[in-house]
């Protein structure tokens, strides 16, 4: 992916990035734009995980909150590719 120590990984679900969290990485998610209500390939990355919603940062977007069903059906779009980035 260009990054030293990086993998893709198409398995993770919103769990997971909790996990991966919790140890320190922030996950780079490849999502769909259509749960936006916008239309493109785009990519965000997870800065935190709560039970009312999921935080990210994005390029385009800033950063914001955003419901765990939205997120979870963009990246589903994107075909579940995070990319995580060993430290």
Do not use: C, N
């Not at 990086?6 to 997971?16: A, H, I």
């Not at 490849?30 to 936006?36: E, V």
């Not at 785009?42 to 999921?54: E, N, Y």
């Not at 385009?60 to 909150?65: A, D, H, I, N």
């Amino acid at each position: 992916m260009g990054f030293k120590r990086s993998r893709e990984d198409y398995g993770l679900r919103l769990y997971d990035l909790r996990d991966l969290l919790r140890r320190g990485s922030f996950p780079i998610l490849s999502i769909q734009l259509q749960p936006y209500g916008l239309i493109g390939d785009h990519a965000q990355v997870v800065a935190s995980i709560t039970t009312g919603h999921i935080e990210v940062y994005d390029p385009l977007l800033g950063q914001m909150r955003t419901r765990h069903e939205t997120l979870d059906e963009a990246w589903k779009l994107g075909g579940y590719l995070t990319i995580l980035i060993e430290g």
